[in-house]
Structures are given as C-alpha cells and as structure tokens.
C-alpha cells in the first residue's frame, strides 16, 4: 500500500515542495486548502494529474487549522502516516497587526491538529513546522539547546506550538519532531518576503517597469537556504527511529543589504540608485541575526545544505525575470483543480 501523507499548508511554499518530493515517493499526498474568495491553489495546481484522473495521487480537502471538528474528520477519513503541520499565519511584521489570529492560527492550531491526530488515534507520525523566529534575541549561532527569546507575536506562537509537539511526545508517546528551520527561499517565495520583494523588483526595475525599491531594516542578519532542499529534511525526520527535534539552516549569514546587493548586481544594477528606507516596514522589535547550527541534522538526518547565498540570489533574480517574461507574452495559463 502507498504511504498517505497529510500536509497543513500544502498551497504555501513548503507545502508545494514537499508534495512534490512525497508523491516523487510514491505517497498519496492530502492537503488542507482554506475557503477564499480569489483561487489560492497555485503552487500545487501544477502538480500531479487532475484529482478525477484515475492515476491522480494529490487531492486536497477544505479545512482550516481553526475548524476542529474538520481537522479530526480528515484525519479519521484518510487515515495519513505522516502528518505535516506547516499551516500558519507566518508573516512576522504581520503578526503584530493580527497577533490574536496569529496566535489561534499558528500556536492554538498546532494544538489542535495534535488533539485531532490523538483522537483519531491512527498511529501516525506528526511534523511540526518550528521556526528559528522562536530564538529571536537569543544571539548566534543557534542550536537546538539555544533558549529561546521570541520577539514577536508569529514567534510567540512558534514556541507555543513547538512546546506542544514535545508534550505530546512526552505525554501520549506520539512521534513528535519539530523542525527548527532557519529562513529558507525560493521563486515560490511570498512576494511580501524580503528575498522575493527584492527579486521580483530587481526583474521589474531592469524590465523598466519599476524604478524604486522600499525596503526596512537592511541590516537585519539571516541564514537563507533553499526550500526545495529544506522540505527533504522534514520528511527525514519522520523516518528515524526515535522522534526528535532538529535545527535546518546553512551555517551562513548574510545581512539584507549583501542580499540587495548581489540581486540588482547581478543584472548589472547599482542598488543604492532603486533602494530606499520605508520606516513603515520596521517591526516594533526586530531579530537582529540567525545563524543555523545545524551539526544535529546533518549526525543525524544525513542532511547537509547544497545551495548557498550566492547560487540562491541568482536562481531566484532568474526565475523572477523568466516569469515576469512569460507574464508578458501571456503564457501564464491558470489549471482547474
Ligand atoms: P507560506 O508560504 O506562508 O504558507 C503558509 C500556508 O499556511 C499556506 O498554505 C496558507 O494557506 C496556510 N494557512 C494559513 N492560514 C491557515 C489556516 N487558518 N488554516 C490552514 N492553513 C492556513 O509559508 P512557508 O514559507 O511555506 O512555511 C511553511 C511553514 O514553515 C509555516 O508554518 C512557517 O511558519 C514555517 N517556517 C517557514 C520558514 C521559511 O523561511 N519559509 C522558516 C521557518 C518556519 P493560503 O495559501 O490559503 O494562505
Ligand atoms: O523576509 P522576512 O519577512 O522574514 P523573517 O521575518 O525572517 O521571517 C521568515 O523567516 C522565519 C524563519 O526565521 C519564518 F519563521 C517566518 O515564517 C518567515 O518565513 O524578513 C527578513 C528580514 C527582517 O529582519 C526584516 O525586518 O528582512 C527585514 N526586512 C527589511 N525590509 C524586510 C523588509 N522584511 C520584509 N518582509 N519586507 C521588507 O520590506
């Protein structure tokens, strides 16, 4: 019998990679999507055969990680393996405009997928989505057994849902892991992540649609690695013996001005022509640096990052030109699911 996965999140940027690699795997992949009045299925429309197709192996179900009683219901109907929570608000100077919504859905939610999977009483193994948000002010580098300072709502609610996973874990003797993964990009990256804002106007700016880039704190330090390798780090840590809980990160740091820079610098662009500071997108209390070790994962997972600073703000500035191309001459075409 093929594996069954079950991934919360699936139509964000994780959740598309890592229903690639699970059906590249053979898994039958279920995914939550939310009810929304614009079609927020894009990333994974172009995955797999459509769901009436005989051979179809990803199908995805309306859920919300508020709703319990439709989380305990998915979960008794398709029976999954492996669960991955990766559902969340997770915008960090977001949460600070939402954080009652941020903490119901990111912290409480994880909650309740938990209390879902235990009363559904599957034996299936739980991934939690942990973020390196919850060391915040805690200064690098961070590792699992660094304590952790969050400094925002997102993260606040990080560390609830991560403490959870380990109670569980601790009190029912579920397989809890929690991956504390450090920022990790791609073209399928949030347009309102700093990585994407900025590559997605350098494309602009050299296309001449654009001229100015506003931006906040650029010397903000982050460990950025890429997510199609990231999402093979979360399903390595289901298939190990005994749960645990594993830093994912590069070992690398980079502020967001060296980003800024080498983006415009690699169509031939001065930055400091485009760039100016927004205060606006300063947060009332910043993560000044994150920088991963991740020694454990790589012991333990055998996972070790391949894609570092440089080759990632060239695949995305690229990606972001190819699209903006393909936008133009009209080839972008929407699927049905
Ligand atoms: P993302 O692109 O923002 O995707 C978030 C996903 O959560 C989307 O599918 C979104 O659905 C869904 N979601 C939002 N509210 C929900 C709700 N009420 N019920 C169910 N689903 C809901 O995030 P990502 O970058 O893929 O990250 C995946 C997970 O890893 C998140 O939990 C994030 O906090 C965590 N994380 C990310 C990073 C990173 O650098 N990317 C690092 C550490 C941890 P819609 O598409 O409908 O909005
Ligand atoms: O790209 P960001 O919004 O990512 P942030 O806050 O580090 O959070 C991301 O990574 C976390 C893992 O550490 C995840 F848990 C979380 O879900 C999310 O994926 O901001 C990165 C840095 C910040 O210091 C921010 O202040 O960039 C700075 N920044 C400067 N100007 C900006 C901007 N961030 C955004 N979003 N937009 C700006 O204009």
């Not at 809890?176 to 347009?191: D, K, Q, V």
């Not at 650029?218 to 298939?239: C, K, N, T």
């Not at 997972?301 to 972001?320: E, I, N, S, Y």
């Amino acid at each position: 019998m093929p594996r069954v996965a079950l991934i919360t999140g699936i139509t964000g940027q994780d959740g598309s990679y890592l229903s690639e690699l699970l059906l590249d795997k053979g898994y039958t992949v279920h995914g939550l999507k939310r009810r929304s009045s614009t079609f927020n299925t894009e990333r994974v429309d172009r995955i797999d055969v459509h769901p009436r197709h005989p051979d179809a192996r990803l199908f995805l179900h309306y859920s919300d990680l508020t709703d319990p009683a439709s989380l305990t219901n998915l979960i008794r109907d398709i029976a999954p393996d492996e669960i991955y929570n990766l559902g969340a608000q997770s915008h960090v100077r977001v949460s600070f405009d939402i954080p009652g919504y941020t903490a119901d859905v990111t912290g409480l939610g994880a909650l309740r997928l938990l209390e879902a999977a235990r009363a559904a009483d599957v034996g299936c193994r739980f991934y939690q989505a942990s973020s390196s948000e919850m060391f915040g002010a805690t200064p690098p580098p961070q590792r699992e057994d660094t304590p952790f300072h969050p400094r925002s709502p997102y993260a606040c609610a990080k560390v609830y849902a991560y403490w959870s996973a380990v109670n569980y874990r601790e009190s029912y003797g579920m397989y809890c892991a929690n991956g504390i993964l450090f920022n990790h990009e791609s073209p399928r990256r949030g347009e309102n992540f700093v990585t994407r804002k900025i590559t997605r106007a350098v494309a602009r700016i050299e296309a001449g649609i654009q001229d100015k880039l506003h931006l906040g704190n650029l010397d903000a330090v982050r460990d950025w690695g890429y997510a199609p390798e990231y999402v093979e780090a979360m399903w390595l840590s289901l298939q190990q013996d005994q749960p645990g809980d594993y830093v994912v990160a590069t070992g690398e740091g980079h502020t967001v001005r060296e980003f800024v820079e080498a983006a415009f610098a690699h169509v031939g662009l001065d930055w400091r022509d485009h760039v100016t500071i927004d205060p606006r997108y300063f947060r009332p209390a910043e993560v000044d640096a994150l920088i991963g070790d991740y020694s454990r994962a790589r012991r333990a997972l055998g996972w070790a990052p391949k894609t570092l600073f440089a080759d990632l703000v060239r695949v995305m500035v690229d990606a972001d030109r190819q699209l903006l191309e393909d936008e133009r001459a009209g080839r972008l075409v929407r699927v049905d699911r």
